[in-house]
C-alpha cells in the first residue's frame, strides 16, 4: 500500500494497481469473499488478503 497525493487523493491506494483500499475493504466488509475482490479490481488475492489483515 502507499500513500501518494497523485493517487485517490491522498487516501491509501494499493501500489501496482492504485485501487483504493477503501474499496477493497468495503467490499470485503459487505461480505464479498476474497476471490471476488481480486478479480473485480484485478489484484491478486494474496493483494486483497494483506489489505484485508491490515484494515482488521
Same mark, same amino acid.
Request: hydrophobic share 50%.
Given at each position: 500500500?502507499?500513500?501518494?497525493?497523485?493517487?485517490?487523493?491522498? #487516501?491509501?491506494? /494499493?501500489?501496482?494497481?492504485?485501487?483504493?483500499? &477503501?474499496?477493497?475493504?468495503?467490499?470485503?466488509? #459487505?461480505?464479498?469473499?476474497?476471490?471476488?475482490?481480486?478479480? &473485480?479490481?484485478?489484484?491478486?488475492?494474496? &493483494?486483497?488478503?494483506?489489505? /484485508?489483515?491490515?484494515? #482488521?
Amino acid at each position: 500500500m502507499i500513500i501518494d497525493p497523485r493517487f485517490g487523493w491522498g #487516501a491509501p491506494v /494499493i501500489a501496482r494497481t492504485k485501487v483504493p483500499v &477503501e474499496a477493497v475493504v468495503g467490499m470485503w466488509r #459487505a461480505g464479498e469473499p476474497s476471490d471476488v475482490v481480486a478479480d &473485480e479490481y484485478g489484484l491478486i488475492i494474496d &493483494e486483497v488478503e494483506q489489505v /484485508i489483515r491490515v484494515a #482488521a
